[in-house]
């Protein structure tokens, strides 16, 4: 017969290795959404004819179709 700690302690550890798993499937979740987002920016720009991109703070613009780019 397996004593009630024992029982007790395997409780815990399935219960935090469920806990670790479920903040690992929302942090992936919440990381393809802000991917998922800023290709859809991207995607409104560019049929709109017009991109501004953000390079570490940098603030890239031009009319898509133009030669020249800044």
């Given at each position: 017969m397996?004593?009630?700690e024992c029982v007790f302690i395997i409780y815990i550890i399935?219960?935090?290795k469920v806990n670790v798993l479920i903040?690992?499937?929302h942090t992936?979740?919440?990381k393809?959404?802000?991917i998922a987002r800023r290709t859809n920016?991207?995607?409104e720009a560019l049929n709109l004819g017009k991109a501004s991109i953000n390079i570490r703070g940098k603030q890239l613009r031009w009319v898509i179709g133009?030669?020249?780019k800044p």
């Amino acid at each position: 017969m397996i004593s009630p700690e024992c029982v007790f302690i395997i409780y815990i550890i399935i219960l935090i290795k469920v806990n670790v798993l479920i903040k690992q499937k929302h942090t992936n979740k919440t990381k393809f959404c802000k991917i998922a987002r800023r290709t859809n920016q991207i995607q409104e720009a560019l049929n709109l004819g017009k991109a501004s991109i953000n390079i570490r703070g940098k603030q890239l613009r031009w009319v898509i179709g133009q030669d020249e780019k800044p």
